[in-house]
């Protein structure tokens, strides 16, 4: 399905990440999710490819290419492992663009080459254990101490933080509510705690930690835009950072997708392939039509933000959408593979896994309903 949306180039990228997503992830995608395992070595031949900082310019050593090309390579990623694509959606749409959106030229140049090729990780702290959906009510401080900020605070749920150089760390630098935040670029080894990784659900070839700052101090010259911005480029960041989740939701619906068309070829009851029951064929068809309208949501909405137009609600509808049909098309798949379904054995069951997510991280789907609900009602969507 290739409507309009992609030039020649998107087409051209698409056939570079399918392939590498073909041979270097889906064959050992069920063996690094059942170790735990981030494939970091996999992650890193990325960077050659221009997959770490695919909408950075190419003077930063990106790839210079827009949030569309983000879409297609998130998609694939996910499409053979959903785990690997949050790695990558998180090195370029919460590391790499807000230090573009908002860095001085001497962080662009100091960080963004090394993001591109791999040899630094970056995560994004914003997460706390009592501030998720209610992100200005954040209680980790950063107070003014000569010529820079002392950090202290815990950061939860932080992916590739097990390995992250680089951290994107929003503190609370004035009063409460949200002009009291600002962001701050903050290396590894300056006294971050990291946890073990939190067991989770899925995703398990990502990483999620908790960070505990106590006493980290850093320079003025690492304050990420101006004080008291953080809070609007925390969510100027997730604006875009959204688009790359339905990205990734379209993946692993499209994996969904094509693991139950397949096997609903093959197996065999009643005298024939289970494909000619309509009761297998329908609920198969109805994913395959959501997908493409997920997938155009999805598009419109990196089209949007490559325009340089507000693209927060499109993005918000593009998640909200394109996550449901991801769990759907998980449910569908793991139905259509009866017990199969449930084993190990195929992919479904993680496929199963993995969707859910999608629901949650980057504002759950209530905060995607919230952010439409208020284009639509104006203030008085508001509380
Ligand atoms: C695997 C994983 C990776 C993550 N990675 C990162 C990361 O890299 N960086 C980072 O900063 N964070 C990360 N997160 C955190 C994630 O973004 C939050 O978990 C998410 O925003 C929800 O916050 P919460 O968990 O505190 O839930 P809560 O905010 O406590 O919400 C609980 C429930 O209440 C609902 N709710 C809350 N407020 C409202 C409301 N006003 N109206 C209706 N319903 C509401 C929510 O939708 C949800 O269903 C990650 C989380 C996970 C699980």
Redesign the pocket.
Known sequence: MTPGFLTQVHHDIREVVRAFAHGEIAPYAAEWNAAHQVPLATIRAMGPLGFLAVAVPEEFGGSGLDALSLCVIVEEIARADAGTSTVIA?QNG?VGAPILRAGTPAQQHNWLPRLACGEVFG?????EPDA???TAALRTTARADGDGWVINGT?Q????GGFADLFVVFARTGGPGAKGVSAFLVEKGSGISVSNEIP?MG?HTSS?VELVFEDVVVGNEQMLGAPGQGLALALATLDGGRITIAAQACGIAQAALDLAVEYAGTRMAFGGPIAKFQGVQFPISDIAAKLDAARLLTWQAAVLRDAGQPHGIAGAKAKLFASSVAVEAANVAVQTLGGYGYSAEYPAERYYRDAK?TE????????QR?VIARDLFGDSARG
């Open positions: 998180v919460l995560a994004y702290a914003l997460t998720g959906s209610d950061k749920w932080i992916t590739n989770k995703l999620t997510i949650i991280y980057e504002g759950t789907s209530q905060i919230i």
